[in-house]
C-alpha cells in the first residue's frame, strides 16, 4: 500500500444560491405573471442559464421595454451618463425618512450636495470614527458571551445599527439612542420594502394615500432628529468628533452652513443606505467562513497577531489583508445590493440594442459578479483572487457599491466597519452552522438570508501577546 500522504487541495467552496432556471421565464402573458412573482419572492430567484453568459439582455416587461447589461464596460457607461437616472417610483418607499437627502436627490441640488457630504466621508473623517466601531464590536462580543450558539444575522443587524448611530450621534442602539434604533429598525424592516401600489403608481406622488405607515414612522424619525440637531447645537460636545459634528461644520459653495432641514435628511440618508447593507455583508462573510473553516483559521491568526482593540487608525487595518480579502469576495458572491436600476431620459443605443426614452436598465451585480465570461471559477469562494489586487475598485467586473457619480459614498466607512466588527469576532469565538440547512440569498431591497441560521460559537481561549 501507497503510504504518500494526499497533499491535493481542498476543493474550493460552492455556497448556496438559488436554482438557475434552464429557460427564461419571461415570454408570455402567464411567464410575466410567473416573473412579477418570482421577483416579489426574490429578485435574484428569476435568472436563466443564458444570463450568466450574454452581457447584454433586451425584455418587455408588462409591456415596457427593458435592457440588462453586464458588459462591465457598459454597465459603467451607463452609471456615469446624465442621460440615465434612478426610476422616479424607486424613491417613493425611503423618501418620508430621508425625504431630499443625498440617496433621493436628482440634478443640480444632488451635486451640491454631494459636494458639501465629501468632508464627512474622507479617509481622515473615517479614521476618526474607529472608536465607534472598535466600540460596537466590543459591544457585539460581550452581548454573546457566555452564549453556545446565536442568530448572527439579528446580532449584526443590532451591532450594525449602533455602529452607524455611534458614527453619526454618539449615541448608543440600546440605552440613549434606542428609540432612534427603534424607529430605523421599524422603518426599514416594515415600510421601506416595496407595496403593490408602488409598482401601480406612476409617479412619486400618485396613491400615497396609501403611504400613511411611512409618514407617520417618517415623521418621528425627523422629530428625533431634530431634537438631536437642537441639543447639539446648544451644546457641542467635546468627545471624539461624530458625523453630526462634521455635518454641523461642512460648508456649501457659497460658505453657508447646512441647514437643519438637510442635515436631518441627510443624517436619514445614511442610516436608510448604510445599515442593513453593512450588515448583510457581515453576516455572508460569517456565513462563508463558518463554511470554510481553513480560511477562518488563517483569519484569524491574522486577527490574533492584531486584535480589534488596537486599531486607532485606517491604516491599522492592514494588519489583516485575508479579512480585507474576504471582505471582497463576500459581495462579489453575495453583494447586498444585488441590482442597480436607472430609466433612460432620452435615446440612446448600447452595445448595438436602442434604448428609448424611459427604457429601464438593469445592472445587476449579482449577475455581473457570477458571469462565466468575467470570472474565473465565479461559483467559487475563493477570497485570495483579491489578496493579488491592491486596489479591487479597479477590477472592472465587480460593483458591490455601484460605480460612476453616484458610486456609494459610505464604502470606506462600511468596509472599516466590517472589519473591525468581524475582527472582534473572530478574536473571540470559531462560528460554525448548527445545521445543515444551506442558507440561500433571498433579495428584495437588499441580499439577505431566506431563513436565520443557527451559528454555533465555541469560544477561543488564548493568551494575549
Ligand atoms: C456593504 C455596505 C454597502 C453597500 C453594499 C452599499 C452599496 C451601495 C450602492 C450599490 C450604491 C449605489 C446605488 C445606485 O447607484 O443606485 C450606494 C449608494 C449610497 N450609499 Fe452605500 N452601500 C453600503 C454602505 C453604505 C454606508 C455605510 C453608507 C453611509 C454611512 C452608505 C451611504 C450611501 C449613500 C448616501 C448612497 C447614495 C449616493 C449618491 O446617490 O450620491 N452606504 N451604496
Redesign the pocket.
Known sequence: MDLVEDVRPAPPLIPPAPKVHARPLGGSALGELRVAWEMGRNLVGTYCEDDFDSLVTPYVFMGQPGLVVSDPAAARQI?TSLNYL?PVKARRPLRPLVGEG??LSEGET?RRQ?KSLAPVFTPAATGGLLPHFVAAGAGLTETLDGGSHANLAQAFHHATLDA?LRALFSRRADTEGALLAELVRRYMEGPAHFKLFDFMAKGADDLTFADGDRRRLGARWLAAVDALIAERRAQPHADVLDMLDRLLAARDEAGAPLADQEIRDQCG??LA??FE??S??LFWAAYLLALDPAAQARVRAEVHAFPAERVTSLDDLKAWPLLRAVLFET?RLY???PM??RQAQGADAVLGHEVVPGCMVTISPWLIHRHRKLWDAPTAFRPERFLDQPHPWGVEAFL???AG???????G??LA??QIILASLLDRFQLTMAGDRPVLPKASITLGPDHEPDFRLSPIVQARP
Do not use: D, N, Q
Not at 457619480?405 to 464604502?411: E, H, Y
Open positions: 452609471l434612478r443625498v440617496l444632488w454631494r452607524v440618508s445614511m443606505a448604510g447593507t453593512t448583510r455583508l459581495p453583494p447586498a445590493a442597480i436600476a458591490p457599491f455601484g457619480p453616484r458610486v456609494c459614498i459610505g464604502a466607512f462600511a466597519e466590517a
